[in-house]
């Protein structure tokens, strides 16, 4: 299915913003859902993850406590709320989805990807 994201620009230091993944796939509820980001000449790193029923998450160490990863089956989307941006979490940031038993964060482990959102933390 196709993963189309929203949201994302310019913040300040502090701010906040919230992205947005929804998925064109019927059985969307299966998916286990993440997000990955990628900076300028760096790899793309894993940032959260939320089972295809919302009970887990998982959060790279870099944004635990400031970013929410949450997901409503009904509308078919994923979001990932961003608190307290630093300048450090300028990024490309891409929804990605799998079917599967666990809740991956490896890039490999991921078989669909949205188009990717720029985000931009710069005073």
């Known amino acids: 299915g196709q993963l189309v994201q929203s949201g994302g620009g310019l913040v300040q230091p502090g701010g906040s913003l919230r992205l947005s993944c929804t998925a064109s796939?019927?059985?969307?509820?299966?998916?286990?859902m993440a997000w990955f980001r990628q900076a300028p000449g760096k790899e793309r790193e894993f940032v959260a993850a939320?089972?295809?029923?919302?009970?887990?998450?998982r959060y790279a160490d870099s944004v635990k406590g400031r970013f929410t990863i949450s997901r409503d089956n009904a509308k078919n989307t994923v979001y990932l709320q961003m608190n307290s941006l630093k300048p450090e979490d300028t990024a490309i940031y891409y929804c990605?989805?799998?079917?599967?038993?666990?809740?991956?964060?490896?890039?490999?482990?991921?078989?669909?990807w949205g188009q990717g959102t720029q985000v931009t933390v710069s005073s």
């Open positions: 939320i089972i295809w029923s919302g009970g887990v998450t």
């Open positions: 796939e019927r059985f969307f509820y299966m998916y286990n």
């Open positions: 990605a989805a799998v079917v599967s038993w666990g809740l991956p964060v490896r890039r490999s482990d991921y078989d669909s």
